[in-house]
Structure formats: C-alpha cells, structure tokens
C-alpha cells in the first residue's frame, strides 16, 4: 500500500515538472542505453508520451513504442535497480559475520552472569527421578512405568562436575 502511494506521488510529480518543461522530446529509440544520462525533465517527458500513447489502441503502437513503454514500466532503474554492485558481498559477509560475533558475545556474557546450573542437573538426580516415577507407575501406557520400555526416561542432560 505504501509502495503505491510512493508510486502514485512520484508519478504526479514527474507529471507536473514535465508540463513546465519546454525543451526538446528525446525519442524512444535507444531508451536504455540512454535513460541514466537523461535529466529527470526528459523521463518525465517520455513517461508522458508513452502514458498518452498507450490511451489509443495497443495494436496502433509501433515496436518502438512498445518496448519504451515495457522498460519504463519493468526496467531496472529506479526502486528496481540492480540492489548489490561490485564489492557488496564482502560488505554483507562482514555485517553478518559481525552480527554473529557480538551475539555470540553477548550469549557468553550473559551466560558468564548467570547463575550456575541447578544441582538437579545431575546424572545420579535424574537417575532417581527415573527410579521415583516406576514407584509411582508414571505414564504406565508409553512412559517409562510401561512394560518393556527401553528408554532413557529423565536422564536427558548430565552436568560434569
């Protein structure tokens, strides 16, 4: 929605400095190779005689026209320019490598500022968490009280002390 309503805006603008312009009309030969070097009055110009061109009958246009009006339309100038020129990458590979240093900094400090781990961390806690839970036939359908079941039940983490 915004994108439409920057569009629109840029349109009428383009619109409104191309009528108080009284210089010469380029013409739609070579229109790519040339749009970079034309003044914003002249692709004002242009846009305006392609819009007018296209209110008639399409099948009326020549090649010429045509493929002006494709390029203003969908050409990689403005907004849709090539996004990354030469020497971009390594920008982005450093940015990103950069980001994932100071989060990977941030992750320790935080860790380092934390508090220890719980002393129910522990291989003999869980073991008897383990041993607590087929006292009380925990979960006797799939869980660690069913018959045959070869699981790890509670031991999922070990601290080393």
């Not at 849709?80 to 990103?96: H, M, Q, T």
């Not at 607590?132 to 018959?147: C, D, F, V, W, Y």
């Not at 079941?149 to 983490?157: A, D, N, P, R, T």
């Amino acid at each position: 929605m915004l994108f439409r309503i920057a569009s629109i805006n840029a349109k009428r603008s383009l619109t409104r400095s191309a009528s108080t312009t009284t210089g010469s009309v380029p013409t739609f030969t070579s229109l790519q190779s040339s749009w970079k070097t034309l003044a914003q009055e002249e692709k004002a110009s242009l846009y305006n005689k392609v819009l007018e061109a296209q209110k008639g009958d399409w099948k009326a246009l020549d090649l010429e026209q045509k493929k002006a009006a494709y390029w203003i339309a969908f050409g990689p100038h403005g907004l849709r320019k090539a996004p990354l020129e030469k020497g971009d990458g390594k920008k982005v590979y450093a940015g990103v490598f950069a980001v994932i240093a100071v989060s990977a900094g941030l992750f320790q400090l935080i860790r380092q500022a934390g508090q220890p781990t719980p002393h129910t961390f522990t291989k003999e806690w869980q073991e008897a968490t383990n041993e607590r839970m087929k006292e009380q036939k925990a979960n006797p359908l799939t869980g660690i009280s069913s018959e045959g079941y070869e699981g790890k039940g509670f031991v999922s983490f070990t601290k080393e002390e």
